[in-house]
């Protein structure tokens, strides 16, 4: 959680996918200085885990409410630099673990592609909201 609540950037003040740890907390230079595929786990563990709290959980969902008003979908990716959000729809996955985050039920749906590392974020996101509905 320190680094959730001490390492977070752009207008939604999101995780970054890549860090660079040292006398600060930096957007690692060597990587895109995006909120995209790899940060999402962090919302989806957390929330599993029951740790996400509803300001933190807002943090996402106002994330995805701009990101679906203005492209009318869900972006992946958003610039932590300028705010941009990629030109292309979230892969069912990702979908699937923010409809977690935002305490939507979460469906597993007909896969779109052969896509394992969404498929894996969909799984997880389904299991964590049974796990959390059975406790």
Known sequence: MYLFNTATFGQ???PADWLQLGDTITLSPDKPPVFGYEAIRIPLYLSWAKLL???????????????????DYLSPK?????????????????S??????????VNLLPPQNKDY????????SFIAQKQSASQ
Do not use: C, M
């Open 96 to 105: 699937s673990t923010y409809q977690l985050i935002a305490n939507r039920p």
């Open 53 to 71: 709290t509803p300001d933190k959980r807002e943090i996402f969902t106002a994330y995805a409410h701009d990101s679906q008003t203005q492209l």
């Open 12 to 14: 939604w003040q999101l």
């Open 117 to 124: 590392y969404s498929h894996s974020l969909a799984l997880l």
């Open 78 to 94: 958003v610039n932590l630099l300028n705010n941009s959000f990629t030109k292309y729809p979230a892969s069912t996955g990702f």
